[in-house]
RNA sequence: GGAGAGGUGGCAGAGUGGUUGAAUGCGGCGGUCUUGAAAACCGUUGACGGUGCAAGCUGUCCGGGGGUUCGAAUCCCUCCCUCUCCGCCA
């Protein structure tokens, strides 16, 4: 959510970053509510400050057993005047407030304005020492792979519960194990990060304080019954740790980072990039969320898609960063940078991470603050996240580019100690 | 799922419907004392919104929402959460 002060004293800017990020722009609408808004508060507050006032020597006068019923009777006017005043201002106030939630974060000024992925730009790329892009042989692609080898099955998968829910079985579920883990221990010994086991399912509030909901609540697998939602990333439930909190400025910054399934229902993706595990409805990931001092929330991101891409290199996959343009960036994102990794057999580059800021956004839907030593007053944090990675893209690269002309998987090195094996099939 | 108890400021814990944003204690902050610290003593101590250059004035908030009343932390309705017991179950 953005400052309603923000929108009201830059509406130009809001609107142009509104129009770069390919979203509806209702800062006027907005900007009639909310002076609406003030309107009604400014009429109400008069009145209410009158009835406490009078309220009270009301009850002066029932003490000293004094006759109060002309007086209570005027209140009794005041009072409806109020209500009816109230109401309206609720009504006002709801209407604004769902209109902010539909606002989407601005783009930071050093992000390149364009209208989708392609105008994103390649800001690096990193391969491992003597990579190829050309093998000397016929490669097969991560499908055929995962069912020569017998680790994965999405036939099985599809009879349990629908298309895009993977098994993995035998070597393939170790392996898929071996990196889940493989990605925490390095986050938490050698990047700094506290680990977290969070719910798989959370309610709305949660989701609407990270903003998936309302914009994305379409793409969320509801639980009806108890208004619960599967989480899309484990941001949404780390990000929440915090929610409604005034952190002591020591506690500051908070670097989380959680395993959790990730469950999405891709409303309206079909046929895009659709098979195998370019695009499933359950998947792992390792995810890394940061809760920072907004001056710090830049320096930050440029570190935690650091970390991120420090995965790649242990295990030698070779990756992209790309800077995200306005067009293509999310919801919420202020700036964000995707890296994506190489797969031989499809020919390009797969998401299989994405790193972002989201300055204050987030925080001022969250009501997540600090409080500062210097100052004595409370300020919004700033929260950032980035997966750290998605296993289901990764095990493509990885599948991919570690196959021998025999069919068979060497294991990267650095997961044997995760595996306890070093060669599949 | 059934029965009961409870949700008040950072924490603990009071609060007959009427100067209660809320006693008291702890904690925090500032000060006195001290070479320094502790102890003791004194003072101070919420968030959010409106308005204003500012000082200030003002509104809202005692789990969430709604209601009764001139006036609600206190009464009513409803939802949520926590705890105890019973039942069912991985």
């Not at 007053?377 to 599948?399: D, I, P």
């Amino acid at each position: 959510m953005l400052d309603i002060k923000f929108i009201r004293e830059n509406p130009e800017l809001v609107k142009t970053g509104i129009k770069n990020k390919n979203e509806k722009d209702t800062v006027d609408e907005i900007l009639v509510l909310d002076k609406r808004r003030r309107e009604i508060l400014n009429e109400v507050e008069v009145l209410k400050a009158e009835r406490n006032s009078v309220s009270k020597e009301i009850g002066v006068l029932k003490r000293e057993g004094k006759d109060a019923t002309e007086i209570m009777s005027r209140m009794k006017s005041v009072s409806e005047k109020i209500k009816g005043l109230d109401a309206e201002l609720r009504e006002t106030e709801e209407k604004l407030n769902e209109k902010m939630l539909w606002v989407p974060n601005l783009p930071h000024e050093s992000v390149p304005v364009g209208k989708d992925e392609n105008d994103n730009i390649e800001v690096r790329r990193w391969e491992p020492d003597g990579f190829v892009y050309e093998k000397d042989f016929e490669l097969k692609d991560h499908l055929e792979l995962g069912k020569k080898l017998g680790i994965l099955d999405f036939d099985r998968g599809a009879k349990i519960t629908g298309s895009g829910f993977p098994v993995y079985v035998g070597k393939g579920a170790a392996l898929e194990r071996a990196l889940i883990n493989f990605m925490l221990d390095l986050h938490i010994q050698k990047h700094g990060y506290t680990e977290v086991i969070p719910p798989l399912l959370v309610n709305r509030d949660s989701m609407v304080g990270t903003g998936q909901i309302p914009k994305m609540e379409d793409d969320m697998y509801q639980i009806p019954k108890d208004e619960l939602y599967a989480i899309p990333t484990a941001e949404v439930p780390i990000t929440n740790l915090h929610r409604n909190e005034i952190l002591n400025e020591d506690e500051v910054p908070k670097k989380y980072v959680g395993y959790t399934a990730c469950f999405r229902r891709e409303a309206g993706s079909y046929g895009k990039d659709s098979k195998g595990f370019l695009r499933v409805h359950q998947f792992n990931k390792v995810e890394m969320v940061k809760i920072v001092k907004t001056e710090d929330s830049y320096d930050e991101l440029e570190k935690i898609t650091n970390d991120a891409e420090d995965i790649l290199k242990e295990l030698n996959i070779p990756y992209r960063v790309l800077m995200l343009c306005t067009g293509d960036l999310s919801f919420s994102a202020a700036k964000c940078y995707d890296i994506e990794t190489w797969s031989p057999a499809e020919n390009k580059w797969l998401e299989a991470s994405s790193c972002s800021n989201f300055e204050t956004f987030q925080a001022r839907r969250l009501n997540l603050r600090y409080r500062s030593k210097e100052d004595k007053k409370v300020h919004l944090l700033s929260t950032l996240n980035g997966s750290g990675l998605a296993t289901s893209r990764l095990m493509v690269s990885l599948l991919e580019n570690y196959q021998t002309p025999d069919g068979k998987v060497i294991v990267p090195k650095a997961l044997h100690k995760y595996t306890g094996f070093t060669v599949i099939g």
